[in-house]
């Protein structure tokens, strides 16, 4: 299980992770299996997410052309749907861990192009039975995966079974924010109202007026 760093000597370390509901068709397909309030899971280093790591949408306008992700809250995919909600919770780790983190990370950003998105995994969850197709992952099974392999083990159960639901209800996390995404303090304010606004101007013509 987590190995925590012990009392109050040396620095402490942490782990963010971020879970979302956009409210598009497709989380709310996904909520019709959950019953969960949140669908997604990103994993971030910083508390306030200027890196933010997952398995997802490629782009913001074809939900079913997934794969691994560097998330931009300012630029990508979330600022197409600001009614985003959010649950940020953080992960006290050592020093280690962190780095160990960190690397896995960069080994995803060096071969990206070889992971997909592991679409027939959710199914596996639905029916309780683990599906790991090769470089396929989906966003909680990336983060889990990640947090085991730095040697961060929270379930029992493989990767291939976790929910965002599952890091909500650990008691190992603690909750940092829960509310509307671009209400959370600790953004950029001033690049975030110029963001948003571009974005509204664009909305339209990039995502044909629909939201998915």
């Not at 962190?98 to 995803?108: C, E, G, K, P």
Request: charged residues 20%.
């Amino acid at each position: 299980m987590i190995e925590a760093p012990e009392g109050n000597e040396g620095p402490r370390y942490s782990i963010y992770v971020l879970l979302t509901d956009t409210g598009t068709m497709f989380t709310r397909l996904i909520k019709r299996f959950t019953s969960a309030p949140y669908n997604h899971a990103s994993l971030s280093l910083d508390a306030e997410l200027n890196g933010l790591y997952s398995f997802g949408r490629k782009h913001a306008a074809k939900p079913w052309s997934g794969g691994f992700v560097e998330e931009d809250i300012y630029e990508g995919t979330y600022s197409y749907f600001p009614g985003t909600r959010c649950a940020l919770l953080r992960l006290n780790v050592t020093e280690e861990q962190r780095a160990q983190t960190i690397r896995i990370i960069r080994s995803f950003q060096r071969e990206k192009q070889m992971y997909r998105y592991n679409l027939i995994g959710l199914l596996g969850v639905v029916m309780k039975r683990g599906i790991e197709p090769k470089n396929a992952y989906f966003c909680s099974q990336f983060v889990s995966e990640t947090l085991r392999s730095s040697g961060i083990s929270l379930w029992e159960q493989p990767s291939t079974l976790v929910t965002p639901d599952d890091f909500y209800c650990h008691t190992a996390f603690e909750l940092v924010y829960e509310g509307f995404l671009y209400d959370y303090p600790l953004l950029d304010g001033t690049r975030l109202v110029f963001e948003r606004s571009r974005t509204v101007t664009n909305t339209s013509f990039q995502l044909g007026g629909k939201v998915v």
